[in-house]
């Protein structure tokens, strides 16, 4: 029992991985999804902190530019408070608590003051780097064994601690965490105790993100090799004969977008595919939803709604222009208790393929489907087959534009505008998306509709930024369609490319073409 008699909460302290945010366990992305706090540092990647639950706080316990990082003692009190609060805390670490964690410090104050604990370890850096960088710590032929050594000393304790002369011999591959800064001790010393100055030595920075960067070099000239590169941590060194399996085994450096870390606006129940895609192509996704739908809050809105699901068979025409669209309007006639019967003699219209195959969910096939996705795609495909007089019945989001009523009405077709969901800016603040900008951390933003490039400049100006212009032109950016790319350049965005096809397909296909144009795969600094 925590304080004043209130059950305490339970602490998870969870391994978030090295940096990837698709190597968390399943057991670790669960305990962040159902925790009601995050404590969090640095080394967890920030789209972690995006599958937490939209209500869970987060704080964050690493440095920040007007303030210093909280101390391991301070961390440990806070979380016995929140425990003794009654919540549930996941503390979220890079790689795996108990290698170079201080796990064992935070667990020792929860047990002192009587509250409930578990590890859940987490894939540690020291070999999913090497692995990202094309090099196994292990090798048949050249290493059976490997240790690990924390390089995260002043020069003097690194020397005073550790036991050169047998740690030389004591493996065949030597991995040290977070050395740069010691990598002339290092190689001085391993050269000292019996290795070899033509023993391969490879140093991997944010291994597994999108800034990845590996240097290969060897113990004699390895200290003249992160001078002449300006190499700087957070890297992992790699001593042994396994770096000369890089040439052979690199993989991520080789897939298309490696390097490229790709701002997904899109609301989050879009945007999973969007999301795998760009991680399939070696891409580094950053979910920052700038939009959520939500159902009409107006009573006009669904007065309305209710009215025109009574008299649907008067409609020869329904034009459904969005995914959202399509999943709103279902919800609406399942809400209503209509039959879809009552549209079996009106031609149904889908904006776009995603459109259709979201309709072919539901067990509808559309009639028409304009390739172009925009409303003037729409009336391409209407405008050959509508007769005047007929009655058409559009279904859409608040904010979408009357372009297509107004061309329907023009050529004397009554035309009904129904307001099936809105769209709003989500409540939801992230700490380093601003500071993301301002160091180059996004390299392209895509744009996949007109309120995605407003949403998201109002959520900037509301973080802080005085000018979410000039961060966003940061990047390269890319928009779905002409409407979106207008848009974008309305508010002074410099678009970079239109996708060719209005699809998340398109766009992906387009960022590929971008990135490969400009030849993007600069992160490795040496292979």
């Given at each position: 029992?925590?304080?004043?008699g209130?059950r ?24 962040l999804?159902?925790?009601d706090?995050?404590?969090y ?11 937490s ?10 440095k ?32 795996d ?70 740690l ?7 991995l ?19 290795r ?52 052979q ?5 080789q897939l ?14 879009q ?20 939009i ?10 669904n007065q ?33 208790r ?36 925009s ?25 979408a ?26 409540q ?11 160091e ?27 000018d ?23 508010a002074?965005?410099r ?16 960022i590929?073409?971008?990135?490969s144009?400009?030849?993007q795969?600069?992160t490795?600094?040496?292979?």
């Amino acid at each position: 029992m925590g304080e004043h008699g209130k059950r305490s909460g339970k602490v998870y302290l969870v391994g978030a991985g090295p940096g990837d945010a698709g190597l968390i366990t399943v057991k670790g992305m669960r305990c962040l999804q159902e925790a009601d706090v995050i404590v969090y540092d640095r080394l967890a990647s920030p789209r972690l902190l995006q599958m937490s639950r939209h209500d869970a706080r987060r704080i964050y316990v690493g440095k920040l530019p007007d303030r210093h990082a909280m101390k391991q003692p301070e961390i440990n009190q806070l979380l016995v408070t929140l425990a003794q609060e009654g919540l549930n805390v996941c503390r979220l670490k890079g790689g795996d608590p108990c290698v170079f964690g201080r796990a064992a410090e935070e667990a020792a104050l929860l047990k002192v003051h009587g509250i409930s604990y578990e590890v859940v370890p987490g894939v540690t850096s020291a070999v999913a780097v090497p692995a990202y960088a094309g090099i196994p710590v292990t090798h048949r032929d050249w290493a059976s064994s490997f240790c690990v050594i924390t390089g995260h000393e002043t020069p003097d304790k690194l020397e005073a601690r550790v036991e050169w002369e047998k740690l030389s011999a004591a493996a065949d591959t030597l991995l040290f965490l977070m050395g740069v800064a010691n990598i002339s001790t290092i190689a001085e010393q391993l050269m000292r105790c019996g290795r070899s100055g033509d023993t391969p030595v490879a140093l991997i920075r944010w291994g597994t993100r999108s800034e990845q960067a590996t240097i290969v070099a060897t113990l004699a000239t390895v200290v003249d090799e992160v001078e002449r590169t300006g190499f700087s941590s957070p890297a992992i060194i790699v001593v042994g004969d396994v770096v000369r399996v890089r040439e052979q085994m690199a993989w991520v450096e080789q897939l298309p977008l490696f390097g490229q870390r790709i701002l997904v606006t899109r609301a989050r129940e879009q945007s999973q595919s969007f999301v795998r895609m760009i991680e399939e192509a070696g891409g580094e996704p950053y979910e920052l939803p700038v939009i959520q739908t939500i159902m009409p809050t107006t009573e006009a809105d669904n007065q309305l709604i209710e009215q025109t699901m009574t008299r649907l068979s008067d409609y020869q025409w329904l034009v459904l222009t969005s995914e959202n669209g399509v999943r709103y309007w279902m919800e609406h006639m399942k809400r209503t208790r209509t039959d879809m019967r009552q549209l079996a003699h009106a031609r149904i219209v889908a904006v776009g393929p995603k459109t259709a195959e979201v309709m072919s969910d539901f067990g509808i096939v559309p009639d028409l489907v304009a390739e172009q996705f925009s409303q003037e795609g729409v009336w391409d495909v209407m405008q050959p087959l509508i007769q005047k007089g007929e009655r058409v019945l559009l279904a859409r989001g608040d904010l979408a534009r009357t372009w297509l009523a107004e061309q329907l009405r023009e050529a004397g077709v009554h035309t009904d505008e129904l307001t099936t969901y809105q769209t709003i800016l989500p409540q939801y603040e992230d700490a380093h998306i601003l500071e993301m900008f301002e160091e180059g951390g996004i390299q392209i933003v895509p744009f996949t509709s007109a309120s995605t490039v407003t949403n998201l400049l109002r959520m900037m100006k509301q973080l802080g930024a005085e000018d979410p212009v000039q961060l966003v032109n940061r990047a390269r950016i890319v928009c779905i369609g002409n409407v979106t790319a207008e848009t974008a350049r309305e508010a002074g965005i410099r678009v970079d490319a239109v996708a060719q096809s209005s699809t998340t397909d398109g766009v992906l296909d387009t960022i590929v073409s971008l990135v490969s144009e400009g030849c993007q795969h600069t992160t490795a600094v040496n292979s």
